[in-house]
């Protein structure tokens, strides 16, 4: 099983938390999606087993014209072996979604969408410098639905304007439109973006890490009333509807980022495309591809697999094949460290398994940390 990351870095508008890659200058559009391409083509022989997962994130695929997205598709299908039941999401944006998108989307093979709706509340869209308004979050949510049962909505919790009643009111529209799977991130300040300089400056509040916990207790009190299944600390699903792409990142699955920023993984080594637009289209018309990359120690390889893992419902399973690829004296180290979060009551520990409660899935990258090996 592997999976095809194509990353689309174009945006309408910057939001202010956003660190992602992306520009908001779209003049290069045809030209990226010719390198994109292109890189497809020239890394064939890097991906040789079936792909099960396809994935447009960004940025903002859904601003592609669909005979773009068909383009991409179609180059995938040529160069790779493809599963006839692959899933192929593509992430989309409230403003980009109409009848025309929705069927042309369908008919080149997507299956899945991600919607980044983030809030329905008009004041904190406003608040995060969103493309979209509150009326297209819900009114285009409802129009997806009638071509997709597969789809998944992004939700930010822990922004300074976001009361308990607002949060419980998002997760109540999402429940009541019966919306299969859900990603909710408390809302980080990353270094750099305009919202960590708006804060600054004075102009923006900051964040309240209490409050942000508190939205953590209320979604998880929700999902468990509402029969979402919470299995990874930032997604939530009905049954069926596990996201397979990301699902297949924490197994520690193979997969290849095309685009610039994108991030491959073959089981070792670990690569990144250049995040520069300009200097990637310009490699790529020298069929060169601009990337780093570094080879994973086992050590390292390790320690990726207790910070993933431990994020995952099925917690740190012994019996996973990838521990077999580390020295069985780590396994001792871990325990005992993990002893301390055991009497704490932040998780439990079973022959084969160690897994956050609900009280350790709040100090989740904290406890991964403790049980990191040293090289
Ligand atoms: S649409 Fe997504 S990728 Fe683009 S700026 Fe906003 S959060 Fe970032």
Not at 135 to 143: D, F, S, T
Not at 345 to 374: C, R
């Amino acid at each position: 099983m592997a999976g095809i990351y194509i990353h689309i870095p174009f945006c309408r508008k910057a939001c202010h938390y956003c660190n992602f890659h992306f520009s908001t200058v779209q003049d290069s559009v045809p030209q990226m999606l010719a390198a994109i391409n292109k890189e497809a083509f020239l890394r064939k022989d890097e991906l040789t087993e079936t792909v099960d997962t396809i994935y447009f994130g960004g940025g903002t695929p859904s601003l592609c014209t669909v005979y773009d997205v068909q383009c991409i598709v179609y180059e995938l299908r040529k160069h790779y072996t493809i599963n006839p039941t692959a899933e192929i999401t593509l992430e989309a944006n409230p403003d980009d979604i109409n009848e025309e998108k929705l069927q042309g989307w369908k008919s080149c093979g997507i299956n899945r969408l991600s919607i980044g709706i983030q809030s329905f509340n008009e004041e904190e869209l406003v608040w995060m410098n969103r493309a979209h308004n509150a009326a297209q979050a819900i009114g285009n949510l409802k129009l997806a639905l009638q071509y997709f049962d597969n789809i998944s909505v992004d939700l930010i919790y822990g922004t300074p304007l976001l009361s308990h009643e607002q949060w419980l009111l998002n997760l109540q529209t999402v429940a009541a439109l019966n919306i299969p799977h859900i990603s909710c991130y408390a809302l980080t300040v990353e270094k750099g973006t305009a919202l960590d300089k708006m804060i600054l400056q004075g102009k923006k509040q900051n964040t309240n890490a209490d409050k942000q916990a508190e939205h953590f207790e209320m979604l998880l009190q929700w999902a468990a009333e509402n029969n979402y299944e919470h299995y990874e600390i930032s997604n939530l699903a009905k049954q069926g509807y596990r996201s397979k792409h990301n699902s297949s990142y924490w197994q520690g699955k193979p997969y290849l980022g095309l685009g610039p920023s994108a991030h491959s993984y073959n089981g070792k080594q670990r690569q990144w495309n250049i995040a520069n637009n300009a200097l990637y289209m310009k490699s790529l018309e020298q069929n060169m591809i601009p990337f780093e990359a570094e080879i994973l120690t086992a050590t390292q390889r390790l320690n990726e697999f207790i910070m993933i893992a431990l994020r995952t419902k099925e917690g740190i399973d012994f019996e996973d094949k990838r521990w077999h690829l580390v020295d069985d004296r780590w396994k001792k180290k871990i325990i005992q460290a993990a002893e301390k979060w055991y009497l704490s009551n932040d998780l439990i520990m079973t022959e084969n398994n160690i897994v956050l409660t609900d009280k350790g899935k709040f100090l989740a990258d904290g406890i991964a940390a403790d049980l990191f090996q040293l090289e």
